[in-house]
């Protein structure tokens, strides 16, 4: 009998993690739908159970030992052990570098850096223990180029593709494959939370011309979360319009 599939998508009640939260439930997982905005969640989760998959909303701050052990406990039982778990919760903050307050700076490490590791280790044990799983983190280009008056979002998603390489390096030959998107400007709530001017010039600057769509980052993610990605360890995918090319 084969194992169910089980992903974790965070911050998944809008933008990316809910164009993921639809796309792999129509792969056949079923989804825990987690997010700060407990509203949203069940949203999304009422969303794909209306289309025939199987979803729960689950509320919780990725930065909170005790929510992540939680949002884990609720999955394992809802739906067995996470097969799959998709480190998305983020939110951008702009400020120019000398305007930044400490609080601030260690908010955006809290949730990115944090949150990655905390529903990383709490759902690892037992991806070890069966001898297989995925972690997808989604990082952003700007952790590979910078961004102007967003050094701690940028230095936040630095860290994220850093502990991807090094956490994918550990546990591969275990059998839990770990991976990272760094999608370029996508149109969600996070960017249009940016300034214009910062979206124009950004537009501006990418030539594809334009920002990209939720789905597309997700189909990244999917293909991760796949077979197909069998060979793919420690890497970090681009869906940026060119934003970034390596």
Excluded at 52 to 60: F, H, K
Excluded at 80 to 96: D, K
Excluded at 224 to 235: D, K, P, R
Aim: glycine share 10%; net charge negative; proline share 4%.
């Amino acid at each position: 009998m084969n194992e169910a599939r089980v992903a974790i998508i965070t911050g998944a009640g809008s933008g990316i993690g809910r164009a993921t939260a639809l796309r792999l439930a129509r792969d056949g997982y079923s989804v825990v739908v987690n997010d700060l905005n407990a509203e949203r969640a069940e949203e999304v989760a009422a969303t794909i159970r209306a289309g025939g998959g199987s979803a729960i909303g689950v509320v919780g701050d990725v930065s909170s030992e005790s929510d992540v052990a939680a949002l884990v406990r609720c999955t394992e039982q809802a739906f067995g052990p996470c097969t799959l778990l998709v480190n998305n919760a983020g939110f951008a903050h702009q400020v120019p570098f000398i305007d930044l307050a400490p609080a601030d700076f260690d908010r955006i490490f809290a949730v990115h850096v944090r949150g990655t590791y905390l529903c990383s280790r709490a759902v690892l044990g037992a991806m070890l223990a069966k001898g297989h799983g995925v972690i997808v983190n989604v990082a952003s280009q700007l952790g590979q180029i910078g961004g102007v008056e967003l050094v701690h979002y940028s230095s936040a998603k630095a860290a994220v593709i850093g502990m991807t390489k090094a956490l994918a390096r550990e546990v591969s030959a275990h059998g839990v494959r770990v991976n990272a998107v760094a999608p370029g400007p996508i149109n969600t709530p996070l960017v249009a939370s940016l300034s214009e001017n910062w979206r124009r010039a950004k537009a501006e600057q990418l030539p594809l011309g334009r920002f990209g769509e939720p789905e597309e980052v997700a189909a990244t993610i999917a293909f991760l979360a796949s077979s197909e990605a069998s060979l793919f360890v420690g890497q970090t995918l681009g869906p940026n319009s060119g934003d970034v090319m390596l």
